[in-house]
């Protein structure tokens, strides 16, 4: 494929490197790393601190964005003075001369609303499910008027749209490089994510008490009211926070874990927490929704168990000894390797850019 120019969009919701903007962060590092290294020319916009690592970024100034997830159906769009959002898009404008396509990872409303206004074609990496009327309508409009445009990271995820046949897989990957596989593990099991009610954190404590198996929780304290609120419902649980770690050192503490706990009360749009175990070897248990049900073999790579119980999540825990962990390294090496789905963003671009020629020919 001929050499891109990409613009790469973050969310306005936190800094790169803060943890706040959950798996968007690893996903455009990813994606982001794996395409300049198929030698694409990649620059990333993100809010003023963020880190680029190393590669090309422009920083722009503004008051965050609060996250979509924490508003009701009919919330309205909300944009405060001086938003980091609508100041990275008006980057956006000034520069999009200079580059062939633009990759947003935003979920919010005036990406998608500047879309048709856009002399760019504009690809948007949709993060979450269904979660707000206007978040809905304005993304369905875009799907319908830019045709393939809307990318998914899970089929569960399109199926929370009334859109779901218009949104392109496109899965998830990471460098397998970056984590080490991990035969032995220790005792414990872990929890790793966002601790924030949509986590349903609370249904892996209560495991853990139940079962008397010691419980590692890593992640960004996002909630710290739901978090004390635990602590509080569960005062003698053998949990512990370890804290919000950099990849290297979460990959360090994941391969010790005999399981990872998935226990979302949303529809986890994928779960990058899901493949990052599984490349230490580590199975995973998972309520059977969302991405981890489409990620984890029943039986193979993990355990997949009825949402909400807890007598499921403790079942699955005294049968990790049928899992082999290499099985579920090489789940994630087959499917959702880098080099894997970079072969898929690149085959979206390819259709994208094609699809943009031929209706410029049209007009
Ligand atoms: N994460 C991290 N350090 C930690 C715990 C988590 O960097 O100590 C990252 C993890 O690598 C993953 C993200 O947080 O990429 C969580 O993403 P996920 O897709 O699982 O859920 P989201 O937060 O997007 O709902």
């Known amino acids: 494929m001929n050499s891109l120019r990409l613009l790469l969009v973050s969310s306005p919701v936190g800094l790169l490197g803060s943890g706040l903007t959950g798996g968007i962060e690893l996903t455009l590092r990813n ?24 590669m090309p970024l422009v920083e722009i100034a503004g008051t965050l964005q609060s996250s979509a997830q924490t508003q009701g159906r009919d919330a309205p769009i909300i944009i405060p003075a001086s938003s980091v959002l609508a100041n990275m898009w008006d980057y956006v404008r000034q520069v999009q001369g200079e580059y062939d396509l633009i990759l947003n990872f935003a979920y919010d409303w005036l990406p998608f609303y500047l879309t048709p206004f856009l002399r760019r074609p504009v690809a948007h990496l949709v993060s979450m499910g269904s979660l ?8 369905e409009k875009v799907a ?12 569960a995820q399109a ?41 349903g954190l609370e249904d892996a404590v209560a495991a853990s008490k139940l079962t008397g198996v010691p419980l590692k ?6 909630d710290k009211g739901y978090w004390q609120k635990i602590l509080w419902d569960y005062p003698d649980a053998p949990i512990g926070y370890q804290g919000f770690f950099s990849t290297a050192e979460l990959q360090k503490r994941l391969g010790q874990c005999r399981a ?14 899901a493949i990052e175990a599984l490349a230490c070897g ?12 489409e990620i984890v073999e029943d039986g193979k790579t993990g355990f997949l168990v009825e949402p909400n119980s807890i007598g499921g999540l403790i079942d699955a825990m005294g049968k990790l000894d049928e899992i082999d962990r290499y099985t579920c390294r090489q789940r994630v090496a087959a499917m959702y390797s880098n080099t894997a789905m970079g072969d898929r963003m690149e085959q979206w671009f390819n259709d994208i850019l094609s699809r943009n020629l031929e209706k410029g020919s049209r007009e």
């Open 31 to 54: 994606i982001a790393g794996e395409l300049a290294g198929r030698g694409h020319h990649i620059t990333i916009v993100a809010p003023q601190g963020s880190t680029g690592w190393g």
């Open 132 to 139: 707000t009327d206007a978040m809905d309508e304005i993304i």
């Open 144 to 155: 319908i008027e830019f045709p393939g445009t809307i990318g998914v990271h899970s089929q």
């Open 159 to 199: 199926k929370t749209f009334t859109f779901a046949d218009c949104c392109r897989w496109l899965g998830n990957g990471i460098d397998l490089s970056d984590y080490d596989f991990c035969l032995e593990p220790e005792s414990w099991v872990g929890w790793v994510g966002r601790i924030a009610p949509e986590k």
């Open 217 to 222: 929780i890593m992640g960004v304290l996002q």
């Open 260 to 273: 990872l706990l998935m226990t979302p009360r949303w529809v986890e749009a994928f779960g990058n927490v």
């Open 282 to 293: 580590v199975p995973v248990i998972a309520y059977c929704n969302g991405g981890p049900a």
